[in-house]
């Protein structure tokens, strides 16, 4: 017990946490209509590193994950889901035709990146990859990206195999549904993904996570990056 | 608060027992009864206060845009229809992100959560948007149309929506009528 590594410790609860995190909300907002419930708001975040997204006692392993990179200018190979040196990847699966989640995420993220500052935020690497790849072609999604942040990677593949194994390494998924009015239905995990540069998924942000919290988790991958690994393999 | 019209001695008993046993529920946006009844038989005059509306910019080489604000009213009321003028969008629908699907088999370790207090959904669960047809507006409760919840959605922008622009939103409400809205385009 007194050997018990405090941040493994942190761990293990997590799954326990957010079951009862999840079911008090669930309470919450049957008996108040899901008003301001603030006080159990961090049961199940901020783990002893100051992480606030959710962290895998395995982290996912996505570094054999390839998709091709039609970002203007991007060399004609495909991309790997690892960060460069020093860095972090930020990783979403969407699509542009998506006037509510998509556009939310990537705002968040760009006044997490104006909180970092210049210097971190140039560390921050980014990646969409379209689940929606019929509609959303380079032309589209390259001035869509730019829109939000800076040298984002636009990510796309017409091969459903592999937008299909893709997702599989990051457990996301999507479905993309033509319906008879021939209107197209997407549906998509809206997780955001913090990679590190073994290629393994080392934070996971849910949906409607605050720039604050995200600049946050940033900012601490980053420091592991820089200093010594945030995570170390179980298996070297 | 009163229950409208219980038809029976029993429907009586079980609205008492409901009101003893707390009001929040069946104040509740979800609670079937009371979010349907049309504000006209109502002895409050049906007004809806709106606040917080915002539009989100467009981004580039996209030809949707969304509209969020907040809305209280009056009386027990619903939100019917929201429009634009032609010159914003073709259509303006009402729409609410919704968890599509739960693949407990992805669930994996430590992957779904919910935080109170804003809208926040983790793991692999797929999201998506639907339209709907009415939103409801419980009495005295506010209901914010937000990122990750109910928006109106503006469908083939005729022009980008640009940071600084005001966009008019027409309100159609089943009990209060219409109410037009300014709302400015903002970032996020």
């Known amino acids: 017990m007194a050997n018990r590594e405090p941040r493994a410790r942190a761990h293990h609860t997590i799954p326990a946490l957010a079951a009862i995190a999840l079911l008090v909300a669930m309470l919450a907002g049957a008996t108040a209509c899901g008003s301001s419930t603030s006080s159990q708001s961090t049961s199940s975040s901020a783990s002893e590193n100051g992480i606030l997204g959710i962290q895998r006692d395995n982290p996912l392993d996505v570094s054999a994950v390839t998709?091709?990179?039609?970002?203007?200018?991007?060399?004609?190979?495909?991309?790997?889901?690892?960060?460069?040196?020093?860095?972090?990847?930020?990783?979403?699966?969407?699509?542009?035709?998506?006037?509510?989640?998509?556009?939310?995420?990537?705002?968040?993220?760009?006044?997490?990146?104006?909180?970092?500052?210049?210097?971190?935020?140039?560390?921050?690497?980014?990646?969409?990859?379209?689940?929606?790849?019929?509609?959303?072609?380079?032309?589209?999604?390259?001035?869509?990206?730019?829109?939000?942040?800076?040298?984002?990677?636009?990510?796309?593949?017409?091969?459903?195999?592999?937008?299909?194994?893709?997702?599989?390494?990051?457990?996301?998924?999507?479905?993309?549904?033509?319906?008879?009015?021939?209107?197209?239905?997407?549906?998509?995990?809206?997780?955001?993904?913090?990679?590190?540069?073994?290629?393994?998924?080392?934070?996971?942000?849910?949906?409607?996570?605050?720039?604050?919290?995200?600049?946050?988790?940033?900012?601490?991958?980053?420091?592991?990056?820089?200093?010594?690994?945030?995570?170390?393999?179980?298996?070297? | 608060m009163t229950i409208s019209r219980p038809t029976t001695r029993n429907a009586r008993f079980v609205a008492a027992v409901i009101v003893a046993a707390g009001l929040a529920l069946s104040a509740c946006g979800s609670s079937k009864n009371t979010a349907t009844t049309t504000a006209t038989t109502a002895p409050v005059k049906a007004e809806v206060a709106v606040t917080d509306a915002w539009v989100r910019q467009s981004p580039a080489a996209t030809t949707l845009g969304a509209a969020y604000l907040t809305l209280t009213s009056s009386v027990d009321d619903q939100l019917v229809a929201a429009s634009v003028p032609t010159t914003v969008a073709a259509k303006t629908e009402l729409h609410e992100t919704v968890v599509a699907t739960t693949d407990t088999t992805k669930m994996g370790s430590s992957t779904t959560m919910m935080r109170s207090g804003s809208t926040m959904m983790g793991g692999s669960g797929e999201m998506k948007m639907q339209p709907v047809s009415s939103i409801d507006l419980p009495a005295g409760q506010a209901v914010a149309l937000k990122p990750g919840g109910y928006h109106i959605m503006m469908i083939d922008l005729v022009k980008p929506l640009t940071v600084g622009e005001e966009i008019t939103i027409t309100l159609t409400f089943a009990g209060a009528g219409t109410q037009e809205v300014t709302a400015a385009v903002r970032e996020s």
């Open chain 1, 67 to 236: 998709l091709p990179d039609v970002t203007v200018g991007a060399p004609d190979k495909p991309f790997t889901m690892k960060a460069d040196p020093g860095k972090v990847l930020f990783v979403y699966f969407g699509y542009t035709h998506c006037p509510d989640l998509c556009p939310t995420t990537l705002a968040d993220l760009r006044k997490a990146m104006a909180q970092l500052g210049p210097t971190a935020a140039a560390q921050v690497q980014v990646a969409f990859v379209t689940v929606d790849p019929q509609r959303d072609t380079a032309e589209i999604l390259n001035p869509y990206l730019a829109s939000f942040v800076t040298g984002a990677h636009a990510l796309r593949t017409v091969d459903p195999a592999q937008l299909r194994a893709a997702e599989d390494a990051f457990l996301a998924s999507s479905t993309v549904t033509t319906k008879s009015d021939g209107t197209v239905e997407v549906s998509h995990t809206a997780t955001s993904y913090l990679v590190d540069n073994n290629g393994r998924v080392v934070v996971e942000i849910p949906f409607g996570t605050t720039p604050d919290a995200m600049a946050n988790d940033l900012a601490h991958v980053l420091a592991g990056q820089t200093t010594s690994s945030l995570y170390t393999p179980t298996n070297p």
